[in-house]
Structures are given as structure tokens and as C-alpha cells.
């Protein structure tokens, strides 16, 4: 199979399609012969091969009628990138539990629903896939980040738990586990830090390869999870992080 092609007569919804991670899956799977409807709450301007279908992740009616909408313009759907989150920062002690319901909502809830919206189209799928962003958060301990881990980890117990439900019905599902990846959402965060410099200097140290991980590296990545040369893998959480969980780059 020609990878350039792989996608070719596929159609796809990719949620938080409209900037970063998501922005730069919907241009691979659209490169790559896929039709891609974008689903964000905030849409902005994405490129004219791009569809959009506004919606908010928090709220079921609204997913139920956009993924609805994506499936009668494409007359079907095939792959789901269930990517939309936000992120929160501080310890158990810093969130008050209606962040912890709102983050958990949008970040957890948000693949909930968008997947029972999508999972009757995807069952008359030949090549039916869901791929969901989950974190390198979910597995590495990472300091200051409580409530994101939290919402990240049932992301991932998510995952495995969906793979096995729908593998009878030829549906895959897997997930990519990012490191710090250059978005405007990383960028939004060091422009808010007291010392920008200093804090993009830290995420970079974190990264056993000392570089930011690039939106079109996990793009890449999740195209692999979602297209056809990836029928053996599901149930798999695909690292995407610099080395940050399989790599200790000093002694101790
Ligand atoms: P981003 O802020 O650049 O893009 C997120 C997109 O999601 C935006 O277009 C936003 O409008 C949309 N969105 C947010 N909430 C939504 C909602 N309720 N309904 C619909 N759309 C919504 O962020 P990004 O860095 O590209 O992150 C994308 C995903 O990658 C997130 O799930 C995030 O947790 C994950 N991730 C990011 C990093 C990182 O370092 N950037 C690392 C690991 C995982």
C-alpha cells in the first residue's frame, strides 16, 4: 500500500481539529486522501480542504449532531481522532472540584460522547479506527499536574477498555502518549509564566532528546494508529514523548 494513498476514500472527524496536535492530524489524514471533518468549539479559520463541524465536547447534543453532520456529508465515517483536552496545572490542593469536574468533563467525558456519536457509523466501516491523545502525564509522574494526569490516565484505561469492546466489531482503538509538544496551547502557557525563558528551558530539559516534541511528529504518529498499515495494532498506547518514559538519561 502506497502510504501517501492509505487513507484514500476513508473519512474522518478529528476534535480540537482547529489548532496544534489536531490541526496538523486533520492536514495529514486530508494529504493523504482522507476526508477530514474538523470538530472544535472554536473553529477559527482551518484550510479550505478541511470541513468543520462546530461543536463543544462538553455538551452531547451538540457532538451527537455534529458527528451526525460529518457522517451525511461523507456517507459514513471510518476514523475518529478524539483529541480535544485541556490542560490544568497544580496539586491536589490547588483545583477546586468544579475544575475537577470541568477538566475531567471535556478531557474524559468529551471521548465519551464523541464516540457513541461515531461508534454506529464506525461499525459499517471496513477500516474503522478511533485514536485518542491521551499524555505522557498518564504514566510518568510528572510534578504539578494532578487533575490533568488524573483526566489523562482514565484516557488511557479508556483506550484498552475500548479496544476490547469494539474488536469484535473490526474496530480499533488506540491512543498516542505525548511528551511537551510545541502548540499554541505550550505556547499559551510560557506566555503566562513569570520567566517564559526559563520555563521553556525546563520542558526542554524533561526531554531526553532536549527538544520539543512537533505537532506533526504526533500527527504522524496518530495517522499511523488510525490508517489501514496499522490493522494488527489496537489496544496500544504509542509514545510519543522525546523518551521521557522509556528513557533515564542520568545514573540514578
Ligand atoms: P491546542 O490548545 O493547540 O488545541 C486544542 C484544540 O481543542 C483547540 O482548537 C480548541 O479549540 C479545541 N478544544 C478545546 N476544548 C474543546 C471542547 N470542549 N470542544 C471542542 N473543541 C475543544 O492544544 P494541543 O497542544 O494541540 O493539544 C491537543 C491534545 O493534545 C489535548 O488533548 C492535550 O491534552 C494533548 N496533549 C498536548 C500536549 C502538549 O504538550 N501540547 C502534550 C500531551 C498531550
Not at 102 to 108: A, C, F, K, Q
Not at 222 to 233: C, F, N, R, S
Amino acid at each position: 500500500m502506497n502510504p501517501d494513498e492509505e487513507f484514500q476514500g476513508l473519512a474522518a472527524v478529528v476534535t480540537g481539529g482547529a489548532s496544534g496536535i489536531g490541526l496538523a492530524t486533520a492536514e495529514t489524514l486530508a494529504a493523504r486522501g482522507c476526508r477530514v471533518a474538523v470538530l472544535d468549539r472554536n473553529p477559527g479559520r482551518v484550510p479550505a480542504r478541511l470541513h468543520v463541524v462546530q461543536a463543544d465536547v462538553g455538551d452531547a447534543a451538540s457532538v451527537a449532531d455534529a458527528v451526525r453532520r460529518a457522517a451525511d456529508l461523507f456517507g459514513g465515517l471510518d476514523v475518529l481522532v478524539n483529541n480535544a483536552g485541556i490542560g490544568a496545572l497544580g496539586t491536589v490542593e490547588d483545583n477546586a472540584d468544579e475544575e475537577w469536574h470541568h477538566v475531567l468533563d471535556v478531557n474524559v467525558l468529551g471521548i465519551v460522547r464523541t464516540s457513541r456519536a461515531a461508534l454506529p457509523y464506525l461499525r459499517r466501516s471496513p477500516s474503522a479506527a478511533i485514536v485518542n491523545t491521551c499524555s505522557v502525564a498518564a504514566l510518568a509522574g510528572l510534578p504539578q499536574r494532578a487533575l490533568y494526569a488524573a483526566s489523562k490516565g482514565a484516557v488511557l484505561a479508556l483506550t484498552l477498555a475500548m479496544a476490547a469492546d469494539h474488536i469484535g466489531e473490526g474496530i480499533r482503538v488506540n491512543c498516542v502518549t505525548p511528551g511537551t509538544v510545541d502548540t499554541p496551547w505550550v505556547r499559551r502557557l510560557l506566555e503566562h509564566s513569570d520567566d517564559p525563558e526559563a520555563e521553556r528551558a525546563a520542558l526542554v530539559a524533561r526531554q531526553p532528546t532536549g527538544r520539543l516534541v512537533t505537532a506533526q511528529q504526533v500527527a504522524d504518529a496518530i495517522a499511523y494508529l488510525a490508517g489501514p498499515l496499522a490493522g494488527a495494532t489496537t489496544g496500544t498506547a504509542l509514545a510519543v514523548d522525546g523518551g521521557i518514559q522509556g528513557i533515564r538519561t542520568r545514573p540514578d
